[in-house]
C-alpha cells in the first residue's frame, strides 16, 4: 500500500514505533520522490513524500475523504495498547466504547500524524 506522506521522516517513526515495521528500503533524491519503504511479515508500505502543493495540483493524489481504501494492522495485544502507543507516537485512536467486535476479533480504527485512517483487529478481550 502506498502511503502519501508530507513528513516523511516522522511517518516512518510512526509506523515503525505503533506497529513494528521496520524499513526494508529508503531512497532520497533532490530530483525525485523521496521515499521508505516498510515492512513487517509479508506486508509493506511505501512512504512516498509529497508536497502540499503537489497534493494540491496531482490528481491521483486524492483528499482523504475522497480516499476508498485503509490498511488494516492485525496486532497481538491488547487493543487498549496499541491505542496508549498510538496516541503517544502523535497519532489518534478511537476511544474502547467505539470498538466493535467483528467474526471474533476486536476492531477500532485510528489515524497516523498526517490523519490518515486505519483499522487495527486483535483477538477478543
Partial sequence: ???YAQ???GMQK???KVFGFAISEAFYS???SNYVKLK???AELLLVQVEVSD???HENIKSKESTCSKPMFWIEEPMADCRERTIRNGG???PDHKEWEDLGYQVC???DIEGNLFRVRSAPK
Wanted: aromatic share 12%.
Fill in 30 to 32: 533532490v530530483h525525485t
Fill in 1 to 3: 500500500m502506498i502511503i
Fill in 7 to 9: 513528513d516523511l521522516e
Fill in 40 to 42: 513487517r511479515d509479508e
Fill in 55 to 57: 497534493i494540491a495540483n
Fill in 14 to 16: 510512526f509506523y515503525r
Fill in 109 to 111: 480504527e485510528g489515524a
Fill in 92 to 94: 489518534s485512536f478511537d
